[in-house]
């Protein structure tokens, strides 16, 4: 029986095995951490509105759809290569097509979430002075949006969100003040002063 070490770091292996190290371990660190700083996920959610190619691309271009693609790319050509035991090349083909079916598997959680959000055709209204969990970490005002989740009717709600301060980590509790133009909200971290976000607006 080949040892892990001859299964994983020998020949050809390396290439898909550190692809899929990188990606699993990147994927369960941001899956664990809110989904980290960067608008990618709330962008690859935004996009199920313009359909499931705008989705794939949008995705694909988001840290998440990188780690799902090496994640996909590292296991698929690994499995083909050792236990089916294809060539090199044959290999790297397996690899990228399981790498797409990660993608297309994580554009679909994506679009559920957005589903969350949009379904019930609940008015973001309601949501006005509720607290809510950031999933996405939130970017300092001006510089792009963040997302939040709360619970609406018993059912779990995620919006796109900005703040007028300072960047709001993930995981902390805020305070949703109002209903941006954009159907995003604007929200303040709980604690913060009342006026936080008038005093950063003037």
Known sequence: ?????????????????VPALV?????????LFGGGDDDGAADAADAADAGAMGDVTATA????????????????GL??????EWSGPASVGGGVGTGLIFI?????????ARGLQSSGNISLSRLVGAEAEVYTAIPAAGKG??????VVDERERF???????????????????????DNSVLVRAVGAPQGASEQANG
């Open 1 to 17: 029986m080949a040892t892990l070490q001859e299964l994983f770091f020998t020949g050809p292996a390396p290439w898909f095995t």
């Open 23 to 31: 990606g699993t371990g990147g994927y369960l660190v941001r899956l």
């Open 61 to 76: 271009l988001s840290v998440q759809g990188l780690l799902a693609f090496l994640m996909g790319f590292g296991w698929g």
């Open 79 to 84: 499995a083909c290569l050792r236990a089916l």
């Open 104 to 112: 297309a598997m994580t554009v679909l959680v994506f679009r559920a």
């Open 145 to 150: 949006l963040g997302r939040v989740r709360t």
């Open 159 to 181: 919006v796109s969100a900005t703040t007028a301060g300072e960047a709001i980590a993930a995981r902390t509790r805020v305070t949703i003040e109002k209903v941006n133009g």
